[in-house]
Nanobody, 123 residues
């Protein structure tokens, strides 16, 4: 059993930056960030492979968000710059414990999920 704990959410203004963190209690392979706005489906934001050598992003965040991980600390990050009101959502981290990497929008691809952290961007 791997536990994931997100932190770093908050209320910011449009154009500001935030960094989310996701601490894992055990070994993981592919990790990803998803978000879910009120009344919307949960959508993938970014994913990273076990070594950090491969990253992928949703078109809506390309050039603004950066995913990274520190394996020594078992922690994944999401640096969010130039935030927009449409980025407002609960952000979830997810982890897969099977080897291999795929930028999959399917929730079933991931084994474990965090509780989520709220990000609110005011205009």
């Amino acid at each position: 059993q791997v536990q994931l704990e997100e932190s770093g959410g908050g209320l910011v203004q449009a154009g500001d930056s935030l960094r989310l963190s996701c601490a894992a209690s055990g070994r993981t392979y592919t990790m990803g960030w998803f978000r879910q706005a009120s009344g919307e489906e949960r959508e993938i934001v970014a994913a990273i492979n076990w070594s950090g050598s491969r990253t992928d992003y949703a078109d809506s965040v390309k050039g603004r968000f950066t995913i990274s991980r520190d394996s020594a600390k078992s922690t994944m990050y999401l640096q969010m710059n130039s935030l927009k009101p449409e980025d407002t959502a609960v952000y979830y981290c997810a982890a897969r414990i099977a080897a291999g990497y795929l930028f999959s929008p399917r929730r079933e691809y991931y084994t474990y999920w965090g509780q989520g952290t709220q990000v609110t961007v005011s205009s």
